[in-house]
């Protein structure tokens, strides 16, 4: 009942807060939106809200809070409770225990498809007249096939000691024009990797973009105007963070951009998201102790012990992320929904 929902005093809600942020920001480091994960770690604290508190709470519309909420009940994050006085509400599925917002991976389950996709690509690329574009095309789709079928056997496989990894060749020494007739194909290409979604991006601009570099490899600002009519400021915001994300190199001699590696969408945020995890486990260690103290001085506020038993929930997920993540940096790829014990 909505009578059972509680506001925190103002003086723990940062703690709140900070807790939220994690959720919001290890979501968006594997391309979830952060307005989604904000909403559900809202859930995973309060377990029981409706449409106007979380409004309250996110300062998000009404509108948007619907959209989410629709899509956290899609992956099984929360469900409707008892509709009671007219006012709809959602508690959180405590079955749900994966740490990052997912569902099974359709690259997966599109896996024998796509065999016969490749196969049918790889013909019509040898068909292409100008020998360079035939050349660098059936070699992106080889490299892109060898990843996409043998990376997921890999994820399956007991013996895991061998590198699945196609680095790219030499950066082209500009941007090249292509043909007609490559665009067409490369459109149809790209149009089917959008369609299963093959890389997992909340962002449809951004994965343009990743579409784009995945086919051609080097592309300049202008030429991404170009093909996606996308307005410069647009395109460049997305760039930054391609660059920052180590998915493609700058270049400013020659003013372009070059992907690092074809495999980089699968499972490239090691070192960053383990430095986070690390992090942030030591921040909410800090508040732990802090609220543990006898002469806390939080103790006389409303929301006090709440926030201190999620602390410590907190903390036990990065722990067992962590041994998760250790173990298989993969592991969100290969098992999405892995379990640990209810917190």
């Given at each position: 009942?909505?009578?059972?929902?509680?506001?925190?005093?103002?003086?723990?809600?940062?703690?709140?807060?900070?807790?939220?942020?994690?959720?919001?920001?290890?979501?968006?480091?594997?391309?979830?939106?952060?307005?989604?994960?904000?909403?559900?770690?809202?859930?995973?604290?309060?377990?029981?809200?409706?449409?106007?508190?979380?409004?309250?709470?996110?300062?998000?519309?009404?509108?948007?809070?619907?959209?989410?909420?629709?899509?956290?009940?899609?992956?099984?994050?929360?469900?409707?409770?008892?509709?009671?006085?007219?006012?709809?509400?959602?508690?959180?599925?405590?079955?749900?225990?994966?740490?990052?917002?997912?569902?099974?991976?359709?690259?997966?389950?599109?896996?024998?498809?796509?065999?016969?996709?490749?196969?049918?690509?790889?013909?019509?690329?040898?068909?292409?007249?100008?020998?360079?574009?035939?050349?660098?095309?059936?070699?992106?789709?080889?490299?892109?096939?060898?990843?996409?079928?043998?990376?997921?056997?890999?994820?399956?496989?007991?013996?895991?000691?061998?590198?699945?990894?196609?680095?790219?060749?030499?950066?082209?020494?500009?941007?090249?024009?292509?043909?007609?007739?490559?665009?067409?194909?490369?459109?149809?290409?790209?149009?089917?990797?959008?369609?299963?979604?093959?890389?997992?991006?909340?962002?449809?601009?951004?994965?343009?973009?990743?579409?784009?570099?995945?086919?051609?490899?080097?592309?300049?600002?202008?030429?991404?105007?170009?093909?996606?009519?996308?307005?410069?400021?647009?395109?460049?915001?997305r760039l930054d963070k391609l660059v920052e994300d180590r998915y493609?190199?700058?270049?400013?001699?020659?003013?372009?951009?070059?992907?690092?590696?074809?495999?980089?969408?699968?499972?490239?945020?090691?070192?960053?998201?383990?430095?986070?995890?690390?992090?942030?486990?030591?921040?909410?260690?800090?508040?732990?102790?802090?609220?543990?103290?006898?002469?806390?001085?939080?103790?006389?506020?409303?929301?006090?012990?709440?926030?201190?038993?999620?602390?410590?929930?907190?903390?036990?997920?990065?722990?067992?992320?962590?041994?998760?993540?250790?173990?298989?940096?993969?592991?969100?790829?290969?098992?999405?929904?892995?379990?640990?014990?209810?917190?």
């Open positions: 009942m909505i009578e059972e929902i509680h506001y925190f005093h103002d003086k723990i809600v940062p703690f709140e807060k900070s807790i939220i942020d994690f959720y919001a920001t290890i979501n968006y480091m594997y391309g979830r939106p952060k307005n989604l994960a904000t909403i559900f770690g809202y859930f995973l604290i309060h377990k029981r809200l409706n449409q106007t508190v979380l409004a309250q709470l996110t300062g998000y519309s009404r509108g948007t809070i619907s959209i989410l909420l629709s899509k956290l009940q899609d992956i099984g994050a929360i469900e409707i409770s008892n509709i009671q006085h007219k006012v709809k509400e959602y508690i959180f599925n405590v079955n749900y225990i994966p740490f990052v917002l997912t569902k099974k991976d359709p690259r997966v389950i599109e896996k024998t498809h796509m065999k016969e996709f490749f196969k049918e690509y790889l013909s019509k690329g040898s068909k292409l007249k100008d020998s360079f574009e035939r050349a660098h095309f059936l070699k992106r789709i080889q490299d892109i096939q060898f990843i996409y079928i043998y990376y997921f056997d890999y994820l399956y496989k007991e013996d895991k000691n061998w590198n699945f990894e196609t680095v790219n060749q030499a950066p082209l020494e500009e941007v090249y024009n292509f043909s007609e007739d490559f665009k067409l194909l490369e459109s149809s290409f790209i149009e089917y990797l959008i369609e299963i979604d093959y890389f997992q991006e909340s962002d449809e601009k951004m994965t343009w973009l990743n579409c784009y570099f995945l086919t051609r490899e080097c592309l300049s600002l202008p030429e991404l105007q170009k093909l996606t009519s996308f307005d410069k400021r647009t395109i460049k915001k493609v190199a700058y270049y400013p001699q020659k003013k372009y951009y070059r992907m690092h590696s074809l495999t980089h969408s699968f499972g490239s945020m090691e070192g960053k998201v383990l430095e986070f995890l690390r992090n942030s486990k030591k921040k909410f260690k800090g508040f732990l102790e802090e609220f543990n103290l006898p002469t806390s001085p939080y103790c006389i506020y409303h929301g006090y012990h709440h926030i201190l038993v999620q602390l410590q929930h907190v903390i036990d997920k990065i722990d067992v992320f962590i041994s998760h993540y250790e173990e298989d940096p993969l592991i969100l790829y290969k098992n999405p929904t892995y379990k640990s014990k209810p917190l």
